[in-house]
């Protein structure tokens, strides 16, 4: 094929996975008002799944933190006149986009497999596989652990009594989203690793012998992440990030920097 009859290729690739994600923003945008009053809005009241869970672990286990505050809520407000209507939209094209995530990955996949060796189609199509697993992980890990404990945290401290918390729409919203597509991304960096590792740019000898390093590193990161500061909300969130250190470590190339095989 020529230059041309690539980008041409290409084209309908862009063509297609736009054609996919109208159709889904359509549907996201008419299902919208229950996806939010059930999902997204979830971790502001205590029926939310994971509170639940971590109250009856509490029960079992002296010295837990305690969810079992059944009166828990939080009432988002709205002080723009349009951020209600541009909310519907921007949060209909995310979760679209979150939706399409693993088509996008197929069509760019299918782009690309006929430039490939047969060897050099295994590794790429596990490693596409992979990271959109990956991906999907650490998505569910900052919905269901880092934004919920984060939120709850900030939205019950108070610096005085006399001040209380409105949380507004917008400031909800860009919190909620960023930590979770922040939490996918992070996720992808194990994927990183391989990639550095296939380049001979990193190697395990590396990893571990910084491993001590690594460690303080991503609990200066988890005490960022979790403003809290209770051992309990620092360990919720460096548990992942070591796991996905020890993980790096797991599939990076012995002596990668060295011409080792």
Avoid at 15 to 43: K, Q, W, Y
Avoid at 57 to 75: C, L, N, Q, T
Avoid at 175 to 194: D, H, K, Q, S, T
Wanted: glycine fraction near 4%; charged fraction near 15%; include cysteine.
């Amino acid at each position: 094929m020529t230059f041309w009859d690539h980008l041409e290729v290409l084209r309908w690739v862009l063509i297609r996975i736009a054609s996919v994600l109208v159709i889904l923003i359509i549907c996201c945008f008419i299902a919208m008002p229950h996806i939010f009053d059930t999902v997204i809005l979830g971790p502001t009241s205590s029926d939310f799944f994971v509170y639940k869970w971590f109250a009856a672990i509490g029960k079992a286990i002296p010295f837990f933190p305690d969810f079992s505050a059944g009166d828990f809520s939080v009432d988002i407000i709205n002080i723009n006149v349009a951020s209600q209507f541009m909310t519907h939209i921007s949060t209909s094209f995310w979760t679209s986009l979150l939706l399409l995530f693993p088509y996008i990955i197929f069509e760019l996949w299918k782009f690309i497999e006929p430039a490939l060796f047969k060897s050099e189609r295994k590794s790429v199509g596990k490693a596409f596989f992979f990271g959109t697993f990956m991906f999907f992980l650490g998505c569910a890990t900052g919905y269901s652990l880092i934004f919920p404990f984060t939120f709850r945290f900030l939205t019950e401290y108070r610096v005085s009594e006399t001040i209380a918390n409105q949380i507004s729409l917008n400031s909800y919203m860009s919190n909620f989203l960023g930590m979770v597509f922040i939490m996918g991304v992070v996720f992808e960096l194990p994927l990183l690793a391989w990639l550095l590792s296939k380049l001979g740019i990193l190697h395990r000898e590396f990893l571990q012998k910084y491993r001590r390093h690594a460690v303080v590193v991503l609990l200066v990161l988890s005490a960022i992440i979790t403003p809290s500061g209770d051992p309990f909300s620092l360990m919720l969130v460096f548990i992942p990030l070591f796991l996905l250190y020890e993980l790096a470590v797991k599939i990076v190339r012995p002596g990668a920097m060295h011409g080792e095989a």
